[in-house]
DNA sequence: GAAATATGATTAACATGTTAAATGAAATCG
DNA sequence: CGATTTCATTTAACATGTTAATCATATTTC
């Protein structure tokens, strides 16, 4: 119920020939996963630029929010609440350490983990972004609408935690595809 | 209303003192930025695993995609449709095409443009992928509830369209903070 | 129509995403 | 307790995101 048509044009001239769609399927352009990339991005869109006159990324920002909510935490962790993977939080905290933004020392129990806080000067750092970021917020709230915008999170939590049930199909050509 | 307590806490031993939260603004994780990264980190989670086995990346896919629904089609248009940056765009257009799953020509009209078409292997791979592409999707809303589905699509563009009319903040600093 | 300006595309440089492999330390097994 | 396995973190390698700069061609201006 999926291979429309099979139209193996052989091998022609490609842009003087039919204009119609060949492979249509469903129209890509409105797919969940690339509005839900547009939607993020408009969002970003405001706050780059205020993240970027103070010298940091969207992602050293998450970092910094995340240890600021927090006395200390553990590397596993932190890249849990900031939602990284672990070989960019290994490279960020590399670069933020060097920028005396935060601090790392070994945990006493286990000499595999690190403990990492933030330091004062990271607290200023924040104390200086957090307005603009607020108002920024504000605005998109005054915008598209506080009830909205709370429907809105909700559902987006609801489809995470339902995906969260469901299996990846990892080999789809040796499974006959249903699963449930 | 925003600088809540300002616990300048000097050179303190980060670890050792107070595990109150320090600066909690509004609860980080729960952000609309990391609702929506995370929501579709949830979506693409599923469909990563058989792009892969294919040996395409996701942005390669909506590349192709783009293209197979499309005669030939000018890059900047293409990075418009396909939602990448004319530097990604430029380096994946350079590597599809040395694997000739696309093809590219200048035009005639305008030598600084160039013209993109999938080639007759691209179209041959975009049918070798399409049903687990098309059988993970419809798991997914399924599982999500397809009116549900509509309606959470629908809220996303809703607030695309209204982001759009909000300009960006460049120097915050610089200005009164009001807008509107 | 030559100089200045604007535009389409690419390249450069640096940061992050993504998967696999390596490293070092802790836990487990025999 | 020594070998194996597991675990936390980092490093490696490659692809993309992001902004600035470059390059070639078009357009505009005088």
């Not at 909700?154 to 339902?162: G, V």
């Amino acid at each position: 119920m999926v291979r429309k048509n099979s139209s193996r044009t052989g091998g022609l001239e490609p842009a003087s020939d039919a204009k119609a769609r060949r492979v249509p399927m469903r129209d890509f352009a409105r797919s969940l996963p690339m509005s839900l990339l547009r939607a993020r991005e408009a969002v970003m869109r405001q706050f780059r630029p205020s993240l970027r006159s103070h010298g940091l990324t969207e992602q050293q920002w998450r970092i910094l929010r995340a240890l600021a909510a927090v006395d200390a935490i553990e590397v596993t962790e932190l890249a849990r609440m900031a939602f990284l993977l672990g070989p960019s939080l290994s490279r960020i905290l590399r670069d933020l350490e060097a920028s005396h933004l935060i601090e790392r020392k070994l945990a006493k129990a286990d000499l595999r983990r690190s403990v990492v806080s933030i330091s004062a000067k990271g607290l200023r750092l924040i104390e200086a972004v957090a307005p603009s970021s607020e108002a920024i917020y504000a605005a998109i709230t005054r915008r598209y609408g506080a009830r909205k915008l709370a429907e809105l999170q909700d559902m987006l939590h609801e489809l995470e935690r339902s995906l969260s049930e469901l299996r990846v199909a990892e080999d789809q050509s040796a499974e006959s595809g249903e699963f449930e």
